[in-house]
């Protein structure tokens, strides 16, 4: 009964724990500064990109590592955020690193409500806001459309494959009206339901190494295009 007492007593500590970190630094401001801090600024005619994002950005580091190495690709993908909260760290994990492009692939963890109820302008309005800052920046932008997915396992019900199309309309007219180029992952990627199939995510969420190779020539493509 007492080594019982104690396990709880440890969860509720880390937990407690963890709360009072997420209130102090919501957007998770210090999860790269001390990567942040080691790079240099880019080199001459170093075409240095920085992908912005969520768990299936940062998974795709995880997953596929050769696909960064060697290149200037410094990934910030964050687990679990949403747009408000890479809106906030995007001067410091984007801006201050000095890119020529940024990559912003985020938006199916606000429609899953991960840090609370949000619409799909206001989900917009915080990509615009991470597009407006990089372009007064001289930092090209890549709007990446929303993957898709048919559920979320952790939180059934809220009808992603019917919203994220919508999104991504949005996300696209904004693209175009404001030069930015819109990078099209969910066309490649949907299947008949608007969902992600296990092909490509075991969770039908997030991609597997088969679906970052079906990702990867489509992202150095937007890249190069960016560039020109």
Not at 110 to 123: E, Q, R, V, Y
Not at 162 to 182: F, Q, S
Request: net charge neutral; hydrophobic share 40%.
């Amino acid at each position: 009964m007492k080594n019982y007492t104690l396990i709880l007593m440890g969860i509720f500590s880390f937990l407690t724990g963890f709360q009072e970190t997420v209130a102090q630094d919501w957007a998770d401001l210090g999860h790269f500064k001390k990567a942040n801090n080691r790079i240099e600024g880019p080199k001459e005619n170093e075409d240095r990109v920085v992908f912005m994002g969520n768990s299936i950005t940062i998974g795709w580091l995880n997953a596929r590592p050769s696909f960064f190495k060697d290149k200037p690709y410094i990934n910030r993908g964050i687990s679990g955020q949403t747009t408000p909260q890479m809106l906030i760290r995007f001067r410091q994990d984007v801006i201050d690193l000095q890119p020529k492009v940024v990559v912003i692939l985020a938006g199916t963890n606000d429609i899953a409500g991960n840090t609370g109820p949000s619409t799909l302008p206001m989900i917009l309005d915080n990509i615009k806001g991470m597009a407006e800052l990089a372009a007064a920046n001289n930092i090209k932008v890549i709007l990446s459309s929303t993957l898709p997915a048919y559920d979320y396992p952790w939180r059934p019900g809220l009808k992603p494959n019917e919203k994220i199309p919508v999104l991504n309309a949005m996300i696209k007219a904004y693209a175009e009206t404001n030069g930015h180029v819109y990078l099209d992952y969910f066309s490649a990627m949907a299947d008949e339901r608007n969902g992600l199939p296990k092909k490509y995510a075991d969770d039908e969420v997030h991609p597997t190494v088969a679906g970052y190779k079906v990702m990867e020539p489509m992202v150095e493509a937007a890249i190069a295009s960016a560039l020109k």
